[in-house]
């Protein structure tokens, strides 16, 4: 199995929101400009980043979840857990948190540069 990382799937993440003229770069455009202009995310373009990535995380598989998984803190942390111990629901719900604080970090990096 080759290894699948966090920095994979955001890249490919942001691959496709950034792709030119499509509805996911024209949300991402919406995003940069309500954060230049509001310095915040609109709660409803937060719960639509948060659907997408869910939607990303949906096409994995399951050992490609468990590795990105595994370079959490909360993986880290763990009292010796081991793989046939973990639920893939809980997994994919602490995945969406921890990729929308790195989403939001460099939404917020990508509008400062642009502003």
């Keep these: 199995m080759a290894n699948f990382s966090t920095e994979q799937f955001l890249q490919e993440y942001f691959d496709a929101l950034t792709a030119g003229s499509n509805v996911e770069y024209d949300f991402w455009q919406s995003i940069m400009e309500s954060i230049r202009l509001r310095n915040s995310i609109q709660q409803s ?57 790195q989403i939001t970090s460099i939404a917020w990096d990508q509008a400062r540069k642009k502003h």
């Design 45 to 101: 373009m937060y719960e639509m980043l948060e659907q997408l990535v869910n939607q990303r995380l949906d096409m994995l598989k399951k050992d490609q979840l468990v590795e990105i998984y595994k370079e959490t803190e909360n993986w880290l942390s763990a009292d010796e857990l081991s793989e046939d111990d973990l639920s893939i629901e809980l997994i994919k719900i602490e995945l969406i948190e921890e990729m929308m604080d």
